[in-house]
C-alpha cells in the first residue's frame, strides 16, 4: 500500500470508468433485445405472440388474387361478394328500343274516306218487293255500286226526277218525302249501297187512276241525285215508272238492300 502512487490512481479510475461504460452498454443491448422477441412476431395484445409466418399467410390468403367487387373469378360459381346497386339498371326498365315505342302512327281501318263522285258510280233500278198495293209501280230500289278502285262515302236522301224520254230539259222534279236518318256509308272497290223510292199508287186497271183525282203519269227513267255525288238517270229492268201526284218518299242511302 505504501507504493500505491498517484499514476496507479489514475488508472483505477479509468479501469472503473471503462467497465461501468460496458456495463450501460450491455444493459442497452439487452433492453433493444427484449422488445423484438425471435422470429419477429406480432404481439396479440393477451401476452401470446402469432408468428409472423402465420399472418403473412393468412394476409397472402385474403389479398393476393381476390377478386374486385362487381366481377366474378373463372372457375368460381360463388359470387365474390353483393353486387353494387348502381351497376344494374331497375327491373322496369327496358333499353330496347321496341319496348316503349309507341305505337305504330297510320290511319286506322275506320279513318275517314272521299265523297264518291258521279264517275265512281253506277247506278240500276228494279221494282221493289215491297210496295204499296195498286197497279202502278208502287215502289223501287236504286242501287249504286263503286267501280272506282278506291274507297268512298255515300250519304243522304236522295232528290227524284221524273224525265220524259231521257231529256233532261223535260224532267219534272218530283216532291220529295225523305224518312229515316241519314248516316255516311263506306262503299269499298266492288261495293253496293242502296236507296228506295216508293210512290203514290196507281189505282184501277187499263190507264189506271189516282184517289186524288189527278190522272197517272209514266215516265221511262229517273233521276236520282245523290248529295255531292251527281246525278244518276235509271231505267226499271222490266217497264217504266207509273205513279200518282209527282210525289216520292226516299230513304237515305243505305248499305242494307231494302225489300
Request: with cysteine; charged share 10%.
Amino acid at each position: 500500500m505504501d507504493n500505491w502512487d498517484s499514476g496507479d490512481s489514475m488508472r483505477y479510475v479509468n479501469g472503473m470508468r471503462g467497465s461501468a461504460v460496458a456495463v450501460v452498454v450491455a444493459s442497452a443491448a439487452l433492453a433493444v433485445a427484449g422488445c423484438q422477441p425471435d422470429g419477429g412476431g406480432t404481439d396479440t395484445g393477451d401476452g401470446g405472440v402469432t408468428p409472423s409466418g402465420a399472418v403473412s399467410s393468412a394476409a397472402s390468403s385474403s389479398t393476393p388474387g381476390a377478386p374486385k367487387p362487381g366481377s366474378s373469378a373463372s372457375g368460381s360459381s360463388t359470387p365474390s361478394g353483393p353486387s353494387t346497386p348502381s351497376a344494374s339498371r331497375p327491373a322496369s326498365y327496358s333499353s330496347s328500343p321496341a319496348a316503349s315505342a309507341p305505337p305504330s302512327s297510320a290511319p286506322a281501318s275506320g279513318g275517314s274516306a272521299a265523297t264518291c263522285s258521279a264517275g265512281s258510280l253506277k247506278a240500276t233500278a228494279r221494282q221493289a218487293a215491297v210496295r204499296p198495293a195498286g197497279t202502278g209501280t208502287g215502289a223501287a230500289v236504286v242501287e249504286f255500286t263503286n267501280v272506282s278502285g278506291r274507297t268512298c262515302v255515300l250519304k243522304g236522301h236522295p232528290t227524284v226526277a221524273g224525265a220524259g224520254n231521257g231529256s233532261p230539259e223535260m224532267n219534272v222534279p218530283l216532291t220529295v218525302k225523305p224518312t229515316g236518318a241519314a248516316a255516311p256509308v263506306k262503299v269499298a272497290p266492288g261495293g253496293k249501297a242502296w236507296v228506295k223510292l216508293t210512290f203514290v199508287q196507281v189505282q184501277g186497271e187499263a190507264d189506271g187512276y189516282c184517289v186524288s183525282g189527278s190522272a197517272p203519269v209514266v215516265y221511262p227513267t229517273m233521276v236520282v241525285r245523290l248529295p255531292g255525288s251527281g246525278a244518276h238517270q235509271v231505267a226499271l229492268d222490266d217497264g217504266q215508272f207509273a205513279e200518282c201526284d209527282d210525289t216520292v218518299t226516299v230513304t237515305a242511302v243505305s248499305a242494307v238492300r231494302p225489300s
